[in-house]
């Protein structure tokens, strides 16, 4: 038989050297991709976030915006003009109840970020907000009313992403409760929402335009996407 040569120790380690430069290439070119796609993903969902948001300002009535102008807050209670706080209450165990000085060891489920200075009255400026939606003062909650204790089974099913907390008002003797949505859906966006008079020296409601932005930022606020939209008395 005709004697065949095999491969030398030199070039086997010369293969497994290009094999692994190529191999490091494809790796290389797949994080690449990857992490392209999960960019892409995570401004997907702040465009849509900002896009809804967007038209829930636009959607509010033009004396409520002119009220947000006068120092006050989005999403809120209009005639409250400030985002409630809250600290332990001493009279009721598991309850907060409203404070000025709020205790910085509430959970995230009930505190607001009093984050708007009064202006000049032409503008509004939420800062930036977390991205979870609060729904303060709800009197009622699966049917429990007045209570500071939800009966346990009628939490069983409930989403994580949905934190439900009772609130003693000590004034008159009563339970709301403040429940927080999305806390787990999105939870590294923030919000924020920017309201301009462009018409300052206009008195009727009905010629009043205002110019609304609103950023939704993510990866610690490093990255952003804003939409704008106008809102006027016909809008």
Do not use: H
């Not at 293969?15 to 796609?37: D, P, R, T």
């Not at 209450?89 to 489920?109: K, L, Q, V």
């Amino acid at each position: 038989m005709q004697k065949r040569r095999g491969f030398t120790l030199i070039e086997v380690i010369v293969a497994l050297g290009i094999f692994m430069i190529v191999l490091l290439a494809l790796l290389s070119s797949y994080y690449s991709y990857y992490n392209s796609i999960k960019q892409m993903t995570y401004k997907a969902i702040g465009q849509n976030l900002a896009e809804l948001l967007l038209e829930d300002v636009r959607s509010l009535p033009v004396d409520i915006v002119d009220d947000l102008l006068k120092s006050g807050q989005y999403p809120e209670e209009p005639p409250k003009g400030y985002w409630e706080r809250y600290i332990n209450s001493s009279a009721i165990p598991g309850c907060y109840e409203p404070s000025e000085t709020p205790d910085p060891n509430i959970p995230d489920a009930i505190p607001f970020p009093a984050d708007t200075t009064p202006g000049d009255n032409t503008k509004y400026d939420s800062g930036e907000i977390d991205s979870s939606y609060r729904l303060q003062k709800v009197a009622s909650v699966f049917g429990v009313e007045e209570s500071s204790t939800i009966p346990q089974y009628l939490l069983v099913g409930l989403p994580s992403n949905i934190v439900i907390t009772p609130v003693y008002y000590s004034e008159d003797n009563t339970f709301f409760y403040t429940i927080l949505l999305n806390k787990e859906i999105f939870p590294y966006y923030k919000r924020r929402v920017v309201i301009e008079d462009l018409t300052p020296g206009v008195n009727d409601p009905r010629l009043k335009i205002y110019r609304i932005a609103v950023t939704i930022l993510w990866n610690n606020g490093q990255q952003s996407i804003t939409v704008t939209g106008e809102k006027s008395f016909r809008q």
